[in-house]
């Protein structure tokens, strides 16, 4: 059984490029969720997908966004880039958002 | 506004020594709280989750220890070895906020062999 796979590993960005990242969840699981890491500190909530809609969202800007597939696949886009965006992208699924299962993430580089 | 303090920052241990790590939370909804460990360039994988319905739960050398009244649970690796050197973050969630998690800022924990 594959766990939670991310697309790209690695991406690099100038400022003000927009970027789209991609997760697919755990077979069984309904719920994506995502969130970014900084260098050195925890992981911090963007928002959570479910049946295809946001259903929580972090003090995140709008200029990131997301989707999810009927799937259950998501993707995390992120417009006009700056460099504080630099940071470790993770994605995780759960069943109906109970424990969570995170992927390896995707590490976005923002020069 | 912090809502989940991790301590301590780091930690050096000697092998077959006693790991332990506390979190303190502010909101009394999480009912849910977690430990992950991360190695570097990999992504959290769960290591033992408790509800505040119970005040331990052992999974192998695992434990989380629960203080509902204090608002505190913590993590003990006992018989530590090299291979569990790696950051561990605890976290906190709620059922009324589909479980968004709410992270603690990590330890980075050496076992010296």
């Known amino acids: 059984d594959a766990g939670v796979t991310q697309s790209p590993t690695h991406l690099i960005k100038t400022r003000g490029q927009q970027v789209t990242l991609r997760c697919s969840p755990k077979?069984?699981?309904?719920?994506v969720s995502w969130y970014q890491q900084a260098l050195g500190q925890g992981p911090q909530f963007i928002f959570q997908y479910y049946e295809e809609e946001e259903r929580q969202r972090g003090n995140f800007p709008d200029r990131f966004s997301g989707h999810q597939f009927p799937n259950y696949s998501s993707e995390l886009n992120v417009n006009a880039l700056l460099l504080g965006d630099s940071a470790l992208y993770l994605c995780a699924s759960s069943p109906t958002g109970y424990t969570q299962y995170f992927g390896p993430g995707t590490r976005l580089t923002v020069l | 506004q912090q809502q989940v303090k991790q301590s301590p920052q780091s930690l050096i241990v000697q092998k077959g020594g006693i790991s332990i790590i506390n979190c303190a939370y502010e909101n009394t909804a999480f009912d849910y709280f977690p430990w992950y460990q991360q190695f570097p360039g990999k992504g959290p994988a769960l290591l033992i989750a408790?509800?505040?319905?119970?005040s331990e739960k052992k999974e192998g050398r695992f434990t989380i220890s629960f203080n509902k009244s204090a608002k505190q649970f913590s993590l003990h690796i006992m018989d530590s070895q090299p291979g569990d050197s790696a950051t561990y973050f605890c976290a906190a969630g709620s059922g009324g906020s589909n479980y968004k998690l709410t992270f603690g800022k990590g330890t980075l924990l050496t076992v010296n062999p």
């Open positions: 077979s069984g699981h309904d719920t």
């Open positions: 408790i509800r505040p319905d119970v």
